[in-house]
């Protein structure tokens, strides 16, 4: 109940909303509570949180919302921007914005239920009209990337021509880097007075939380150290056996030889394709930091439509 109180008490803060008078015509959108704990990358709970999102699965195309597209970094970006920091000799930190999706504005007029369990007591048939976005609405992510873009530019940042996530400003020979994904910032500098800097002014637009030095990021572990900076996904490949039940599996030195050939196997016995399909994917994301298995896992991908025993016995 405290963790959910607190997220109310955010609305309130950001004032996402008012209370109104339920509307004659016009749909109203449910909303309903979502609860999850937040891991760090020892998988260990440094949080619990509570979310009250919206049943955006309601909203109707060019009635409750336009536009619904938000670019995101990719991998490959965040890659590139760790060796290009690693190569300046810069450190990258982290930050996060809290309740992210508040932030947004919302052009359309949207109105949704009041949250289960806190209705109001004088006025319990009323909902809340938005002012600002809410989780699980279809425009919310872009709602947020446009208002966030737009401060940036207007402090005097440029956006990035082929990744529009990436943010740049130079200041005589310095320049800051920012990588934006959703509500995890990424940003450095050659010079540390511009994080610093760009730091406070995050902080006096955004209610925002600081996690210092870079060190877990979508997975990926990052240790920066004097000798160059260091990238696993041990915690990835755990929770990656776990998964698919091989904690107790034997383990091999070496990925697969090159020289294995494998083929359709038309009289090897047939398994159940949406676990094999999910270790191809699973697999393909572990190769940001092990591209000595790609060669093997792109091998096993090409039997994804008529898989057999002795596929499974190779993605293994």
């Not at 890659?79 to 000799?89: G, P, S």
């Not at 010079?191 to 979508?218: A, D, I, R, T």
Request: charged share 25%.
């Amino acid at each position: 109940m405290i963790v959910m109180q607190e997220e109310l008490n955010q609305f309130e803060r950001s004032e996402v909303w008012e209370l109104v008078p339920r509307p004659q015509n016009q749909s109203v959108i449910g909303t309903r509570w979502v609860f999850r704990n937040k891991i760090d990358e020892n998988g260990i709970i440094i949080r619990n949180k509570a979310r009250l999102v919206a049943q955006g699965f309601n909203q109707e195309e060019w009635i409750d919302y336009e536009e619904t597209f938000a670019p995101v970094a990719r991998l490959e970006a965040i890659r590139m921007l760790l060796a290009f920091a690693c190569f300046k000799d810069f450190v990258l930190y982290q930050m996060n914005v809290k309740s992210v999706f508040l932030n947004g504005f919302i052009n359309e007029e949207v109105y949704v239920e009041q949250p289960p369990s806190f209705q109001s007591f004088n006025f319990p048939n009323h909902v809340f009209g938005l002012k600002k976005t809410l989780y699980g609405l279809k425009q919310a992510p872009r709602a947020w990337y446009e208002r966030l873009s737009k401060f940036l530019l207007k402090k005097g940042f440029k956006m990035g021509k082929i990744d529009t996530t990436l943010f740049i400003k130079t200041k005589e020979n310095d320049m800051l880097l920012v990588q934006i994904y959703v509500d995890d910032i990424i940003f450095g500098a050659t010079n540390v007075s511009l994080c610093e800097e760009f730091s406070k002014c995050m902080h006096s637009e955004f209610e925002m939380s600081m996690m210092g030095e870079l060190n877990f990021f979508l997975g990926l572990q990052i240790k920066q150290l004097k000798e160059g900076t260091f990238i696993n996904q041990a915690k990835y490949i755990r929770d990656l056996l776990k998964r698919f039940n091989m904690e107790e599996a034997k383990t091999m030195k070496t990925p697969m030889s090159s020289s294995i050939k494998l083929d359709m196997d038309e009289k090897g016995k047939p398994v159940n394709s949406t676990m094999y399909r999910g270790m191809i994917g699973s697999l393909l994301y572990l190769t940001a930091s092990r591209p000595d298995i790609m060669y093997s896992v792109c091998l096993c991908a090409r039997f994804q439509s008529c898989l057999k025993e002795s596929h499974l016995s190779a993605i293994k």
